[in-house]
């Protein structure tokens, strides 16, 4: 197997892990056109949800406490 497959397969994991919630809003607006897309009310919603998430409040304590987050996409 190449190097790169290797890097590839580490990227994946390593965004794999990351807050859901936060994932499907970095999604909707890097995939946003201006003609197309979520519109910025839509994004707003989204952006909200992410800062009103149970994933949040997971992401903080696992930093306070200095262990990886649980996310559950809530």
């Known amino acids: 197997m190449s ?3 290797f890097h590839r397969k ?3 994991a390593a965004i794999a892990a990351l807050a859901p919630l936060s ?3 970095s999604k909707a607006a890097l995939n946003a056109a201006p003609a ?3 519109s910025a009310a839509d994004l707003e919603a989204a952006f909200q949800a992410c800062w009103d998430s149970a994933d ?3 992401g903080r304590l696992a930093r306070s406490e200095r ?3 649980r996310f559950e996409g809530r």
Do not use: D, F, M
Request: charged share 35%; glycine share 6%; proline share 11%.
């Open 3 to 5: 190097r790169s497959w």
């Open 10 to 12: 580490r990227t994946a």
């Open 23 to 25: 994932l499907r809003y």
């Open 36 to 38: 197309a897309g979520p």
């Open 56 to 58: 949040l409040q997971e």
């Open 67 to 69: 262990r990886r987050p």
